[in-house]
């Protein structure tokens, strides 16, 4: 890999060569993929990349850590639609909006980005089995693009996710361990596991690559922006691997010169499970917290990726904005409604945290802003309809229909 120097410890800065089967630094720190910008430069420019085809993650191949000899991944990763809401953007007070819907990705969530350089890295490493413990969608990811590319899983989620994803699961033909515990013990258990049976550990933050799969939102972001980045860029946080990810792309094009400014960051987390805008606001180290919220792809009370997700937010000079439960319901059928967006609660978050921050005189008015939907709606269908409740049911009989519209005050012009 002539574009990739090493991996740094992002803690004691200890530097180890990339071999594919990286974990974590003997410190016990989490290692960062560090580039030789000047060759990359010299292989990858604007134009070239305007001219590619290749609408997946891998037409960034040259700032992505794989040999040039590995095949791109099956699944059509990456290439999710990047809608401008000048509408929306009024109401809230920005010149711009743009939202980004990774939902839309073969398994319906933005881990996909970082479950296809799993499996990259696992070909190389030459392994057979991957696995992983999540929250619900890395596992999802993981077992479709493993299917796919004809590798086994086994994967650890904690017993309350969502069915939709459980069904992923067991329809990609993951080894599916649902472990009765928090996803603190459901991680533990899956680190034992790997170390026993010697599987490729797709765990997020500790495996360094996956952070560089996910960072692909945020290069394609600026090349559907024209390389014009927006003054603010919002996005939910559990573990923290894909804020991180997010910054590190800005930061590549920005070494590159592709673009010449970075948006602040707007952290979204649950105000249940905030530890690390908790941090943020503290100024001092983060704290376990509960997983007390329903958006459970965020609900992680010992972030996995803290440290680089806190050193992101606070190079950007971000902002850590906690939503309710209740205002992640509303965003949910706000951008239902005004959009024709569907996201799953943690999906929603970092747009309830722009809508906040909006409101709250956070941002200032004229700003540009965007935002990302990192997984679809139907994740999880139970939170929709908590969210947007249930439609009138009635006989088959027209005039009980109009008599329901007259007492339900039902408009039909
Ligand atoms: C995993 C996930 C996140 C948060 O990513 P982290 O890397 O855990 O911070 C946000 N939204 C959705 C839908 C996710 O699945
Ligand atoms: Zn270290």
């Known amino acids: 890999?002539?574009?990739?120097?090493?991996?740094?410890?992002?803690?004691?800065?200890?530097?180890?060569?990339?071999?594919?089967?990286?974990?974590?630094?003997?410190?016990?720190?989490?290692?960062?993929?560090?580039?030789?910008?000047?060759?990359?430069?010299?292989?990858l420019t604007k134009e070239t990349l305007a001219q590619r085809t290749n609408p997946t993650m891998w037409?960034?191949?040259?700032?992505?850590?794989?040999?040039?000899?590995?095949?791109?991944?099956?699944?059509?990763?990456?290439?999710?639609?990047?809608?401008?809401?000048?509408?929306?953007?009024?109401?809230?007070?920005?010149?711009?909006?743009?939202?980004?819907?990774?939902?839309?990705?073969p398994?319906?969530?933005?881990?996909?980005?970082?479950?296809?350089?799993?499996?990259?890295?696992?070909?190389?490493?030459?392994?057979?089995?991957?696995?992983?413990?999540?929250?619900?969608?890395?596992?999802s990811?993981?077992?479709?693009?493993?299917?796919?590319?004809?590798?086994?899983?086994?994967?650890?989620v904690p017993e309350r996710a969502p069915k939709g994803k459980v069904a992923q699961l067991m329809i990609f033909g993951a080894h599916v361990i649902s472990v009765r515990g928090s996803y603190e013990d459901t991680f533990r258990l899956s680190a034992q596991a790997i170390e026993r049976?010697?599987?490729?550990?797709?765990?997020?933050?500790?495996?360094?690559?996956?952070?560089?799969?996910?960072?692909?939102?945020?290069?394609?972001?600026?090349?559907?922006?024209?390389?014009?980045?927006?003054?603010?860029l919002a996005i939910s946080v559990g573990d923290g691997c894909t804020i991180a990810g997010v910054w590190k792309g800005l930061k590549d094009l920005y070494a590159l010169g592709f673009i010449d400014r970075l948006p602040r960051l707007i952290s979204g987390q649950a105000a249940g499970c905030c530890p690390i805008n908790r941090a943020i606001r503290t100024g001092e180290?983060?704290?376990?917290?509960?997983?007390?919220?329903?958006?459970?792809?965020?609900?992680?009370?010992?972030?996995r990726n803290a440290h680089k997700a806190l050193c992101a937010i606070r190079e950007s000079r971000g902002l850590a904005v906690d939503v309710t439960d209740e205002e992640i319901l509303q965003a949910m059928t706000f951008l239902?409604?005004?959009?024709?967006?569907?996201?799953?609660?943690?999906?929603?978050?970092?747009?309830a945290a722009l809508h906040k921050a909006c409101r709250e005189g956070l941002i200032e008015r004229g700003a540009t802003a965007a935002c990302i939907i990192t997984g679809n709606g139907l994740k999880d269908v139970a939170n929709a309809i908590a969210a947007a409740g249930e439609p009138i049911c009635i006989p088959p009989d027209l005039e009980e229909m109009v008599r329901q519209f007259r007492i339900r005050g039902v408009t039909v012009e």
């Open 197 to 232: 049976y010697g599987w490729y550990n797709r765990n997020a933050a500790v495996n360094p690559y996956l952070s560089e799969g996910k960072k692909t939102v945020s290069l394609e972001l600026a090349e559907q922006l024209s390389w014009q980045m927006p003054d603010h």
């Open 59 to 105: 037409r960034y191949r040259e700032l992505l850590p794989v040999e040039d000899s590995t095949p791109d991944t099956p699944l059509r990763v990456g290439g999710s639609p990047l809608y401008a809401q000048s509408a929306l953007a009024d109401e809230l007070g920005l010149d711009a909006l743009w939202i980004k819907d990774d939902g839309q990705n």
């Open 1 to 43: 890999m002539k574009q990739v120097r090493c991996a740094r410890c992002t803690i004691c800065g200890r530097e180890y060569p990339a071999v594919p089967e990286l974990t974590t630094c003997h410190c016990g720190g989490i290692l960062d993929i560090v580039y030789d910008y000047d060759y990359i430069r010299s292989v």
């Open 336 to 351: 239902g409604r005004r959009c024709g967006l569907f996201g799953e609660p943690a999906g929603v978050t970092g747009f």
């Open 141 to 156: 990811s993981l077992a479709g693009n493993a299917a796919a590319a004809g590798l086994k899983t086994y994967i650890f």
């Open 107 to 139: 398994t319906a969530s933005l881990k996909d980005r970082a479950s296809a350089m799993a499996v990259a890295k696992a070909w190389e490493a030459g392994a057979e089995i991957i696995a992983c413990s999540s929250t619900g969608n890395a596992a």
């Open 285 to 303: 180290d983060w704290q376990p917290m509960e997983e007390n919220t329903l958006a459970d792809s965020i609900a992680v009370g010992v972030p």
